[in-house]
């Protein structure tokens, strides 16, 4: 018992330093007298519930991936470094690519069981600095899917030769009739 008590203090302790930084979960606790980790914990046990039983699960999950990313997002842009501008500009592209996936989908995924529960665990190893998950999945497939899509559009259409350069102020199609006549 004494062994559980230790690994509480210490993750305790380490939350709640984490949650000093946070404004909203100060707030908290000087106007509840309940402590921001045990608020904290709470909040995201009752989110975690919700979405398990499927009680507004959609908004939820969306909330989750749109509300702290741009929040994240918001200060990555006014941090000096850009190392952080290019894990939140990544993620929205693979957040984004994800929804529209999805909204193509859904009529598939209304019928997988616990399906937003999945999501909104994805969703989290997406946006979390310490797995980079939306780096992971951009450089491993999402990335060579674009360039490969970018360069078979940008492919030639037609077998036609290309227009002649002129250094004149003629149109090219005009220049080329010169030279015929």
């Known amino acids: 018992m004494e062994k559980a008590r230790q690994?509480?203090?210490r993750y305790y302790e380490i939350a709640d330093r984490?949650?000093?930084?946070?404004?909203?979960?100060?707030?908290?606790?000087?106007?509840?007298?309940v402590s921001k980790v045990y608020g904290a914990v709470g909040t995201s046990?009752?989110?975690?519930?919700?979405?398990?039983?499927?009680?507004?699960?959609?908004l939820l999950v969306n909330l989750t991936g749109f509300g702290y990313a741009a929040y994240a997002?918001?200060?990555?842009?006014?941090?000096?470094?850009?190392?952080?501008?290019?894990q939140w500009l990544t993620y929205w592209v693979v957040y984004g690519f994800l929804n529209v996936l999805e909204y193509f989908t859904g009529?598939?995924?209304?019928?997988?069981?616990?399906?937003?529960?999945?999501?909104?665990?994805?969703?989290?190893?997406?946006?979390?600095?310490?797995?980079r998950g939306a780096e992971q999945l951009y450089n491993k497939g999402l990335k060579t899917m674009i360039n490969h899509m970018s360069c078979t559009s940008s492919a030639p259409t037609s077998a036609a030769a290309p227009a002649p350069k002129t250094n004149s102020t003629v149109p090219a199609s005009a220049a080329a009739n010169l030279k015929t006549e």
């Open 45 to 58: 046990a009752l989110v975690v519930s919700m979405v398990f039983f499927n009680i507004a699960a959609p």
């Open 107 to 131: 009529f598939i995924t209304y019928w997988v069981p616990f399906y937003f529960v999945f999501k909104l665990v994805f969703v989290i190893w997406l946006m979390l600095p310490s797995t």
């Open 73 to 86: 997002t918001m200060n990555a842009i006014e941090s000096p470094g850009k190392e952080d501008d290019a």
């Open 18 to 33: 984490h949650l000093s930084n946070v404004s909203l979960a100060n707030t908290f606790q000087a106007k509840t007298g």
């Open 7 to 9: 690994i509480h203090d």
